[in-house]
């Protein structure tokens, strides 16, 4: 039997052509966009990175993937929570929720280890009734949209909750970058909280009943972060990876 890497589809936002230079004629032409950081760390973990096109039927998608990166972003739309629209919320892309929405759906039911970053971690919430902070109070001790700083740069602490994975993972206390004006507010449904800030902020959550990650920060951007190392161990814990390889050799 042939070796196969776990393949580990990421998700990306849309744009336009002018976004990247593109000549005048193709200004107005889509252009898929997937900051590499992402990719290059589950190459690292020992996985095969995927860029998911918004275009694809998830269900289908999902039969061929042995886990999921729900990455960062836009403002989840604020219509999906119950809220209306503040004077500080957006860009939002109606779209991208929409998919990954669904994404995210189908991959819960099949069981697919998942690992939400950012806005990945809000639509995680999101998807099971839980609500979101549209802009965090910008003069706190602890400052949260620190999109000036080098990326590399830790601004504070997290404490993650005992027995949960990111106490696994990391530890009692973990150093953080800080990259985000929103947050995660009322929990959803079959979600705990597993990491928090200083200031009280959710920093992590897992899902209770799948095999289910996510955090506010952005550890992408950290050479060799174990965050991405579970998720790969994952996919062989929860048969999604031995399944796969089953099914393509029959």
């Given amino acids: 039997m042939s070796h196969r890497l776990p393949l580990i589809g990421l998700t990306g936002r849309r744009g336009f052509g002018a976004q990247l230079g593109a000549p005048g004629g193709f200004s107005d032409a889509p252009v898929d966009i997937y900051l590499s950081e992402y990719a290059i760390r589950i190459v690292e ?3 095969l990175p995927v860029h998911v096109p918004l275009d694809v039927n998830p269900r289908d998608l999902i039969l061929r993937l042995d886990g999921l990166l729900l990455a960062g ?12 629209r503040g004077p500080n919320t957006g860009p939002c892309s109606g779209e991208r929720d929409e998919f990954e929405f669904a994404l995210a759906r189908v991959a819960i039911e099949r069981n697919i280890p998942t690992l939400g970053i950012c806005r990945g971690a809000q639509v995680l919430n999101v998807l099971r009734g839980g609500t979101l902070i549209q802009h965090l109070p910008e003069y706190e001790a602890v400052r949260h949209d620190q999109g000036a700083n080098p990326r590399l740069e830790h601004t504070h602490n997290v404490y993650t909750e005992p027995d949960s994975l990111l106490r696994q993972i990391y530890g009692a206390r973990h150093a953080v970058n800080t990259f985000h004006h929103q947050g995660i507010d009322d929990l959803g449904h079959g979600i705990t909280i597993t990491a928090t800030a200083p200031d009280g902020l959710i920093e992590g959550i897992e899902y209770v009943d799948a095999p289910i990650l996510a955090t506010q920060w952005h550890p992408e951007v950290f050479p060799n972060d174990p965050i991405f190392r579970w998720l790969l161990s994952a996919t062989a814990q929860h048969g999604t990876f031995a399944s796969s390889i089953c099914s393509t050799n029959n």
């Fill in 45 to 47: 973990a020992g996985g």
């Fill in 73 to 84: 972003g836009e403002d989840v739309s604020p219509e999906y929570y119950g809220q209306e």
